[in-house]
């Protein structure tokens, strides 16, 4: 338990968080790998090289000591973080070298004179706070899909019984479990995780759910990354019938009970959890209108199922933007997706609920453009890979 000197320590910390939190954190992840190289296929080393992950691990660090007094404000925040450690099946033991190795940055970066060995007696009691926290709601999390029907724990072999290109960039994988048994359900908008082993090296991912569960098989959409390695060992080397491992679903960007319109907008890969919050979502009687943005055609995954569902849906309005069209491709409009076209597409009555994902330039217009759209921010939903303050910036 914190006493009350060492909450002042932590708060005192603020403003070199708030300065160097990034620095620190870049360290300390460099730090680890070298000292603990079993514990790099936790980490997506995609995010590592592009500074994503130290940063959003700064900023959830800076958000801990504001909020060292009344832990209740982190609001999602928790949630977000115990999502990914659920698909990415981390345990208990993996809490002590994240923690020896942030101590370490401390000091190390901070330097003696500043990091001092009060202030390093602080954060050790403060981060062993926040790991039990985590630690216990992961546990629960653990144990309740557990104990679901078609639940397990850690990772469950599941074979590829089908693989679909549904684009040029995109590739579905049908994946039943290996042993038979039914699988969970998941709510609409979670991801999974999936195991892998390239090249006699363990690679951990998260893909998002792109089909509603039907009790004996989950569908994953992937999209290839330039040098993704994940990405291009899933669609050049993963065949029908190999077995793959996957972690319980998880993730808070989900389908909230709600009466009111529902817009879908997406970008890209985007698209791949509005399409299950659509299936949730088209019994309902409620409107939907689901806006999607692509390159082209050749890129668009999903077109064809999308333009069924209007045919079925009566209530589904579905709108297409190209950035870059080719001469005979078909769409709603071209160019970027900007405010005036979205406010054209939106339901006059602004009190609907929204949900966005695709790349960061589109999210942080997309989450501008609600706001001044009219829609009420606490109904403008996304997921995001990093800090929301970055999407504001």
Same mark, same amino acid.
């Given at each position: 338990?914190?006493?009350?000197?060492?909450?002042?320590?932590?708060?005192?910390?603020?403003?070199?968080?708030?300065?160097?939190?990034?620095?620190?954190?870049?360290?300390?992840?460099?730090?680890?790998?070298?000292?603990?190289?079993?514990? #790099?296929?936790?980490?997506?080393?995609?995010?590592?090289?592009?500074?994503?992950?130290?940063?959003?691990?700064?900023?959830?660090?800076?958000?801990?000591?504001?909020?060292?007094?009344?832990?209740?404000?982190?609001?999602?925040?928790?949630?977000?973080?115990?999502?990914?450690?659920?698909?990415?099946?981390? $345990?208990?033991?993996?809490?002590?070298?994240?923690?020896?190795?942030?101590?370490?940055?401390?000091?190390?970066?901070?330097?003696?004179?500043?990091?001092?060995?009060?202030?390093?007696? @602080?954060?050790?009691?403060?981060?062993?706070?926040?790991?039990?926290?985590?630690?216990?709601? &992961?546990?629960?999390?653990? @144990?309740?899909?557990?104990?679901?029907?078609?639940?397990? *724990?850690?990772?469950?072999?599941? #074979?590829?019984?089908? #693989?679909?290109?549904?684009?040029?960039?995109?590739?579905?994988?049908?994946?039943?479990?290996?042993?038979?048994?039914?699988?969970?359900?998941?709510?609409?908008?979670?991801?999974?995780?999936?195991?892998?082993?390239?090249?006699?090296?363990?690679?951990?991912?998260?893909?998002? $759910?792109?089909?509603?569960?039907?009790?004996?098989?989950?569908?994953?959409?992937?999209?290839?990354?330039?040098?993704?390695?994940?990405?291009?060992?899933?669609?050049?080397?993963?065949?029908?019938?190999?077995?793959?491992?996957?972690?319980?679903?998880?993730?808070?960007?989900?389908? @909230?009970?709600?009466?009111? =319109?529902?817009?879908?907008?997406?970008?890209?890969?985007?698209?791949?959890?509005?399409?299950?919050?659509?299936?949730?979502?088209?019994?309902?009687?409620?409107?939907?209108?689901?806006?999607?943005?692509? *390159?082209?055609?050749?890129?668009?995954?999903?077109?064809?199922?999308?333009?069924?569902?209007?045919?079925?849906?009566?209530?589904?309005?579905?709108?297409?933007?190209?950035?870059?069209?080719?001469?005979?491709?078909?769409?709603?409009?071209?160019?970027?997706?900007?405010?005036?076209? $979205?406010? &054209?597409?939106?339901?006059?009555?602004?009190?609907?609920?929204?949900?966005?994902?695709?790349?960061?330039?589109?999210?942080?217009?997309?989450?501008?453009?609600?706001?001044?759209?009219?829609? =009420?921010?606490?109904?403008?939903?996304?997921?995001?890979?990093?800090?929301?303050?970055?999407?504001? @910036?």
């Amino acid at each position: 338990m914190l006493t009350a000197a060492q909450r002042d320590i932590i708060k005192a910390t603020i403003p070199l968080l708030e300065t160097g939190g990034e620095a620190l954190t870049t360290h300390m992840y460099q730090r680890m790998f070298a000292r603990h190289p079993e514990v #790099k296929a936790l980490f997506n080393q995609t995010h590592q090289g592009r500074g994503n992950q130290p940063r959003a691990l700064a900023m959830a660090v800076l958000a801990y000591a504001r909020n060292i007094d009344r832990l209740e404000q982190l609001g999602p925040l928790v949630g977000q973080i115990v999502a990914k450690h659920v698909s990415l099946n981390i $345990l208990p033991r993996h809490y002590p070298i994240v923690g020896e190795n942030l101590l370490a940055a401390i000091r190390e970066v901070l330097g003696e004179e500043i990091a001092t060995d009060a202030v390093i007696d @602080a954060w050790a009691v403060a981060y062993g706070q926040l790991a039990d926290l985590l630690m216990g709601i &992961e546990e629960k999390t653990y @144990a309740d899909f557990e104990s679901s029907t078609g639940g397990w *724990r850690g990772a469950r072999p599941f #074979k590829v019984a089908r #693989k679909v290109r549904e684009s040029a960039a995109i590739t579905s994988f049908y994946l039943q479990p290996a042993d038979g048994g039914p699988v969970a359900g998941f709510k609409p908008g979670q991801y999974i995780g999936v195991r892998l082993l390239i090249d006699g090296q363990e690679v951990r991912r998260n893909y998002s $759910l792109s089909a509603l569960s039907n009790g004996h098989e989950y569908r994953i959409s992937v999209k290839r990354e330039p040098n993704g390695v994940a990405s291009s060992f899933l669609h050049e080397r993963v065949a029908e019938g190999d077995v793959v491992e996957l972690f319980p679903p998880a993730g808070d960007f989900t389908l @909230a009970d709600s009466n009111k =319109p529902l817009v879908l907008i997406s970008a890209g890969v985007g698209i791949t959890p509005a399409l299950t919050m659509l299936e949730a979502a088209q019994d309902s009687g409620r409107p939907i209108h689901f806006i999607h943005c692509a *390159r082209n055609a050749d890129v668009h995954a999903f077109d064809s199922w999308l333009k069924a569902r209007c045919a079925e849906v009566p209530q589904l309005r579905y709108r297409v933007c190209y950035s870059d069209p080719a001469a005979d491709d078909v769409c709603d409009a071209q160019g970027l997706l900007d405010q005036t076209r $979205l406010a &054209e597409w939106l339901p006059e009555d602004r009190d609907v609920d929204a949900y966005f994902l695709g790349p960061k330039p589109f999210m942080a217009m997309m989450k501008r453009s609600l706001r001044e759209l009219g829609v =009420p921010d606490a109904q403008a939903r996304y997921e995001f890979f990093g800090p929301a303050e970055a999407l504001d @910036a």
